[in-house]
């Protein structure tokens, strides 16, 4: 009867279980930890930088993949909504995001 489960034992397949195709692993969703320490590193400017990105739905990425003369057009666009922003926040905190 061992014999019988230590063949059976055989027949699972090899490799990572969360990997969708052999040598491929799947990507790994970042824990709620993770990504509170990724965005709690960053500092004001660089938190209303990404708000300005995410809502002209631009990523990183994207940017670095423009042309010279459409990166500096969209970064001229993120400075002048920067400085909106902190012109017009003169009250202590205006700068904290407080849709949460």
């Not at 993770?34 to 709690?40: R, T, V």
Request: hydrophobic share 40%; charged share 35%; proline share 6%.
């Amino acid at each position: 009867m061992a014999l019988s489960v230590i063949s059976s034992m055989r027949s699972f397949p090899l490799g990572d279980p969360l990997s969708s195709k052999v040598g491929n692993p799947a990507p790994l969703k970042k824990s709620a930890e993770e990504e509170f320490l990724e965005i709690a590193r960053k500092s004001p400017l660089e938190r209303l930088r990404d708000k300005i990105l995410e809502d002209m739905k631009v990523s990183e990425s994207d940017l670095a993949a423009m042309k010279p003369e459409e990166r500096q057009a969209v970064e001229d666009e993120i400075k002048r909504r920067m400085m909106e922003a902190l012109q017009g926040s003169s009250e202590a905190g205006a700068m904290v995001d407080k849709t949460a």
